[in-house]
């Protein structure tokens, strides 16, 4: 078992720039979750989805943010045009059903 | 009022000692409750989780759950300096364990 694997581990750029984050799930989970956390706010949840289909999207900020699912074993979450204040770390989560959330080892935006 | 509240701390406690952590949450229907440790630059891992009313032993882990005062506490017994991290605790606010609601963290540092 590999594990969530998340890339890039360390992201920087420019603002305004376009940001695609990357995430593998456990196989054979049916969840998966996107992540923010930062210092003021903590571990945000953005949006999640079950068996590909997104099913709540409510704590994603802006429409800069979008996530897509395309199959069950790849994920991306897209911020277009960036911003400073999207600096954080994202974490992408999977769970089979009833589980616990599985966390990858996330990646550290910095936005300048 | 925070959903999933947490005491940030620091809390320091001695090694050997038992540290003790605790949560509050808002939603009385919340079904699940997990406790993650989260390592200073690492992504958080999974603990203890918990469903039913009463305590969860698993080795130097004790969750306790009291839902008609609405808290979850973590217990470590003969604390080591390993046990340092930040503890977050997280709530099922939904029907099954789909989506997780986090408090902020407990900071806990064990005092050789």
């Known amino acids: 078992d590999a594990g969530v694997i998340q890339s890039p581990r360390h992201e920087v750029t420019e603002m305004g720039q376009e940001v695609t984050l990357r995430c593998k799930p456990i196989?054979?989970?049916?969840?998966l979750f996107w992540y923010r956390q930062t210092m003021m706010r903590g571990l945000e949840l953005l949006i999640y989805f079950n068996n590909n289909v997104p099913i709540d999207d409510s704590g994603m900020p802006e429409d800069r943010f979008s996530a897509k699912m395309p199959n069950a074993s790849f994920s991306t979450l897209k911020i277009q045009p960036s911003e400073p204040r999207d600096s954080a770390v994202y974490f992408c989560a999977s769970s089979f059903t009833t589980g616990p959330n599985h966390f990858g080892n996330g990646t550290r935006l910095t936005v300048t | 009022q925070k959903e999933v509240e947490q005491n940030s701390g620091p809390l320091s406690v001695p090694e050997g000692a038992i540290a003790s952590l605790n949560c509050t949450y808002s939603d009385r229907g919340s079904q699940s409750f997990f406790w993650y440790r989260q390592y200073s630059g690492k992504s958080p891992e999974l603990i203890m989780f918990i469903y039913s009313n009463g305590d969860k032993e698993d080795g130097r882990f004790t969750a306790q759950l009291n839902k008609a005062s609405q808290y979850v506490s973590l217990l470590i017994r003969d604390s080591q300096p390993s046990d340092s991290a930040t503890y977050l605790c997280a709530v099922n606010m939904g029907f099954g364990n789909e989506k997780l609601t986090f408090g902020t963290g407990t900071r806990l540092t064990i005092i050789p």
């Open positions: 196989s054979g989970h049916d969840y």
